[in-house]
């Protein structure tokens, strides 16, 4: 395979709407952080792609891919053996996030899997979620409740919304890895928060973006709840991100499969779950 000029956004099909969105990101610097665009060409002519992000500690804590639709498995394998070099495998973070759109999805994981085998345990039960796609269509927009204001997440609200995502996750502890995460989503791209008139300093509900183009951390705090709240900031940020990228880059996000209300509220929004096509798979090392 031969290294070539890196894709932009607009060169990618709208099929493939989440890596699209994911360079938008970049160009329009909504990522900020250490990241690397490979993109590379089989002898027959077929595009692969791959976004890696690093942390803060210099460690790959997320991988996107792009496989042509029509590669063949040995196409496949040689780009995996690309892009999982031996010093990246000892490089990744204790967190480590891939994100693939193919329709050769089984055989990609299957792969990718193999090459992590030996070093990474999963308990894919615990993050079994449906990818849901936002509508290529413009929100229409909602009025705050009486005794409610709309605003921008702040520094001084991260402790807050990291220790409830801890919370919504699983995680028994916070660690200075997932305070950074929200650190990034509130510095370098649009958060939204809820905030009650009495008083306009604490959030009651907030939703953040990650830098892979995922709508993140939506809350609602008990005795804030079935106010329209939570669909105020779907709309809300599905608006900005559609004002920056243009409404052919879409949002998507991950709702746990247990988590029937969440789903039925983003259904309702006109947000569709995808097929198998695509998939976020979560490694622990």
């Keep these: ?105 089984n055989y990609v994981l299957q792969k990718i899997e193999e090459k992590l085998a030996k070093s990474h345990k999963q308990d894919p039960k615990r993050f079994d979620h449906h990818m849901l796609i936002a509508p290529a269509s413009k929100p229409i927009e909602m009025t705050v409740p009486q005794g409610y204001i709309l605003g921008p997440l702040l520094k001084s609200h991260v402790d807050t919304v990291t220790e409830q995502w801890a919370a919504d996750t699983g995680f028994t502890t916070v660690s200075d890895d997932m305070v950074h995460i929200v650190q990034e989503n509130i510095a370098e791209r649009p958060s939204f928060g809820v905030f009650t008139e009495s008083d306009p300093r604490t959030p009651i509900a907030w939703c953040s973006m990650y830098g892979g183009s995922s709508l993140a951390m939506l809350h609602v705090k008990d005795g804030h709840r079935g106010k329209g709240l939570a669909r105020i900031l779907i709309r809300s940020m599905l608006k900005i991100a559609q004002e920056v990228h243009g409404i052919e880059c879409r949002l998507h996000t991950c709702v746990h499969k247990d988590n029937l209300a969440s789903q039925k509220l983003f259904l309702s929004e006109g947000w569709e779950i995808q097929p198998v096509n695509y998939k976020k798979i979560y490694f622990f090392f």
Excluded at 83 to 94: I, P
């Design 1 to 105: 395979m031969d290294k070539v000029n890196n894709l932009k956004s607009a060169d990618v099909p709208e099929e493939f709407c989440i890596f699209k969105t994911q360079l938008s990101f970049i160009e329009k610097e909504w990522l900020k952080g250490t990241y690397t665009i490979e993109t590379l060409r089989s002898s027959n002519s077929r595009l692969f792609s791959m976004i890696r992000n690093k942390n803060v500690k210099n460690q790959i804590d997320r991988c996107s891919f792009l496989f042509d639709n029509d590669a063949t498995f040995d196409e496949i394998d040689g780009f995996l053996a690309e892009v999982f070099k031996s010093d990246d495998l000892v490089n990744l973070a204790w967190y480590y996030k891939v994100m693939v759109q193919s329709k050769h999805i």
